[in-house]
């Protein structure tokens, strides 16, 4: 082959080496750009979802103290509704209290639930006791009927009572009931039965005998 040939050959060569090359070069700077773009549209892409979860990480915070702030309202409108219905309750309790006072000023002595529950608990911290009850007036059937009914009643806590009638016929009659007792755990017991007889207006007094006598008595007289 001749040496103008070989060159003209080279030449074609060389011509077609560039021109591969220029084609890969347009080819990488294209896919360079289109890599650009993509990875600006991505970019921008992640700053909207981040703007958005932003925007809604925002509301619901603000959704978050709106509803504390309901359920505040709300939880303070319950105890609002809750101190009223106790109010309207205690009020009621007491109206009805004073009712049952009324109907016990203008009726004979009675023992009612709610002074026989009270008495039950408050005295189970004590020991049973022994009582005498003395009927005090022998002319009245009011003070023999509440001497039973109280007697019935201790008995029914675990004393041991006894009921005796008394002979006296005494004009104008005393009123009331009257506690004897000696020693410190009778005399509070003592208290404690009159405090309760005071919440329904029954006349009662406690007398300390000082005489060391272990059993209670009760002396019944008139309303």
Not at 22 to 29: G, I, N, P, S
Not at 108 to 123: G, T
């Amino acid at each position: 082959m001749s040496l103008d040939k070989k060159i003209e050959i080279t030449d074609y060569v060389t011509m077609i080496a560039l021109a591969l090359t220029f084609v890969a070069a347009v080819f990488a700077f294209g896919f360079k750009s289109k890599q650009t773009q993509l990875l600006k549209a991505q970019r921008q892409t992640d700053l909207l979802l981040i703007a958005q979860a932003n925007e809604k990480s925002e509301l619901a915070k603000k959704e978050s103290e709106f509803a504390k702030k309901d359920a505040a309202k709300a939880f303070e409108s319950a105890a609002t509704s809750n101190e009223k219905a106790a109010k309207a309750e205690l009020k009621s309790k007491e109206v009805e209290v004073e009712l049952l006072k009324l109907r016990l000023a203008l009726s004979d002595r009675y023992l009612p639930d709610f002074v026989k529950a009270e008495l039950k608990k408050k005295l189970s911290n004590y020991p049973s006791k022994k009582a005498i009850i003395i009927c005090n007036i022998s002319n009245n059937a009011e003070p023999y009927n509440f001497s039973n009914e109280l007697s019935i009643f201790l008995s029914s806590i675990g004393w041991h009572t006894e009921v005796h009638n008394s002979e006296n016929v005494m004009m104008p009659a005393p009123t009331g009931l009257k506690i004897f007792v000696s020693g410190k755990t009778n005399i509070e017991i003592a208290e404690l039965i009159k405090s309760e007889f005071a919440k329904i207006n029954y006349e009662c007094d406690v007398v300390d005998t000082k005489n060391g006598n272990e059993i209670i008595q009760f002396q019944v007289n008139s309303k």
